[in-house]
């Protein structure tokens, strides 16, 4: 089965600041990957999915990006930082039969 | 696009009464429903999920139901235990071609279970 590590675990950012956040999986080839976020008390938005390698789609217009770089690794970034950047940031890999599992996530703070 | 409405968004039950949480999805197209439970401050967890071809599956205390024509479905836990308090998520999931599944995620029920 596969594993998603995600990290910085927590992440406190000043307004303007440039944002890297890192997923990678374990377990399988070739996942299709996703990123979340989720606002405090409220559910999950989908934000980029990854079918392959630099294949990337937005599901939303935002102040970030995401690249894919490697089979197995899913980068979120901004350039600069927002307060409603503010979340609790997931990242998600797909199973063959199509659930998704989710990292431990990132709860980023933006001041 | 899909759109996946949850109730309630609270709910507090005392322990081993039964607990329900209702959905309903827009698109037809959606063929599969996960359920997800999340602890406070933790990742979503699967912890059910149902295929548009079954109208119902059980696991332990937890059971989810389908009704395809109305579009609903629904996650019943019995014999609830103060471990279930969590937020719950619901969720309707479109396949298209390449595999990418686009999943829509209901807004959440806080569920209480109190001793």
């Known amino acids: 089965s596969q594993t998603i590590h995600q990290w910085p675990a927590t992440l406190v950012q000043p307004v303007g600041s440039p944002l890297s956040l890192e997923c990678t999986v374990e377990g399988t080839s070739n996942p299709n990957l996703y990123w979340y976020r989720q606002a405090a008390g409220r559910g999950l938005q989908l934000l980029f999915y990854s079918v392959g390698i630099g294949q990337i789609s937005s599901e939303v217009p935002q102040n970030l990006s995401a690249s894919r770089p490697q089979d197995r690794q899913f980068i979120l970034s901004s350039k600069k930082l927002l307060l409603s950047d503010s979340g609790f940031y997931l990242c998600?890999?797909?199973?063959?039969?199509?659930?998704?599992?989710f990292g431990p996530g990132t709860r980023l703070l933006v001041l | 696009g899909e759109n996946v409405e949850q109730h309630p968004s609270t709910l507090s039950v005392q322990e081993g009464d039964s607990a329900v949480i209702k959905c309903t999805y827009s698109?037809?197209?959606?063929?599969?429903f996960p359920w997800y439970k999340q602890e406070l401050g933790k990742r979503p967890q699967l912890i059910i999920d149902i295929r548009s071809n079954v109208g119902e599956k059980k696991d332990q205390r937890i059971a989810v139901t389908l009704n395809k024509t109305a579009k609903h479905f629904s996650l019943h836990i019995t014999e609830t235990q103060p471990e279930d308090s969590a937020v719950y998520f619901c969720?309707?999931?479109?396949?298209?071609?390449?595999?990418?599944?686009?999943?829509?995620f209901g807004t959440g029920t806080k569920l209480q279970v109190i001793p």
């Open positions: 969720a309707a999931s479109i396949g298209y071609s390449g595999g990418y599944q686009k999943v829509t």
């Open positions: 998600a890999g797909e199973a063959r039969s199509g659930t998704q599992y």
């Open positions: 698109d037809s197209a959606s063929n599969y």
